[in-house]
T-cell receptor, first 110, second 112 residues
């Protein structure tokens, strides 16, 4: 089954404790992206990658890091999480315009 | 500067009637537009799209209209069904730019 998977689905952590949210796709897509969804703010792009070893900032990259060492994986790294990073995070992949989204990761930073 | 705007946070319609969701954009470089649907506790799923070379695209009950001069697009759902109740996001892209810009979403409620 073609899909985008994210782990964990839910995470509660404390300020400053480094965390990684994994994202994997099995559709051989070149393009992958991370978004955060906050009430009243829609989906805002954090980082995107157009191919292996190619990443670029989206609209809200501050406080986040990403890497793209393999085509299928695109982890999101929060080196020192803060409460304003409490949000719902979505990973997506695509070969052209249409994006396929993962189920989401709900992160709470205390 | 919000480049893609959905000015109606919510819309309520009766089952069987038409639902019209609107989206405005400011960046004239956008050349591809998409609508996504999102149910609670799930990721958004692709619904329908339109290229800037067209002004209408239809897929079953869903039709998207694009008015380039007004920088406006709309999604029509006819007839609306209770299962259409969800959040609808409008998105816009520039070819090969790698970025998609989303609107804030419109919550559609279809009442039986």
């Amino acid at each position: 089954e073609a899909q985008v998977t994210q782990n964990p689905r839910y995470l509660i952590t404390v300020t400053g404790k480094k965390l990684t949210v994994t994202c994997s796709q099995n559709m051989n897509h070149e393009y992958m992206s991370w978004y955060r969804q906050d009430p009243g703010l829609g989906l805002r792009q954090i980082y995107y990658s157009m191919n292996v070893e190619v990443t670029d900032k989206g609209d809200v990259p501050e406080g986040y890091k990403v890497s793209r060492k393999e085509k299928r994986n695109f982890p999101l790294i929060l080196e020192s999480p803060s409460p304003n990073q409490t949000s719902l995070y979505f990973c997506a992949s695509s070969n052209w315009y249409t994006q396929y989204f993962g189920p989401g990761t709900r992160l709470t930073v205390l | 500067d919000q480049q893609v705007k959905q000015n109606s946070p919510s819309l309520s319609v009766q089952e069987g009637r038409i639902s019209i969701l609107n989206c405005d954009y400011t960046n004239s470089m956008f050349d591809y537009f998409l609508w996504y649907k999102k149910y609670p506790a799930e990721g958004p799923t692709f619904l329908i799209s339109i290229s800037s070379i067209k002004d209408k695209n239809e897929d079953g009950r869903f039709t998207v209209f694009l008015n380039k001069s007004a920088k406006h697009l709309s999604l029509h759902i006819v007839p609306s069904q209770p299962g259409d109740s969800a959040v609808y996001f409008c998105a816009a892209s520039v070819t090969n730019a790698g970025k998609s810009t989303f609107g804030d979403g419109t919550t559609l409620t279809v009442k039986p």
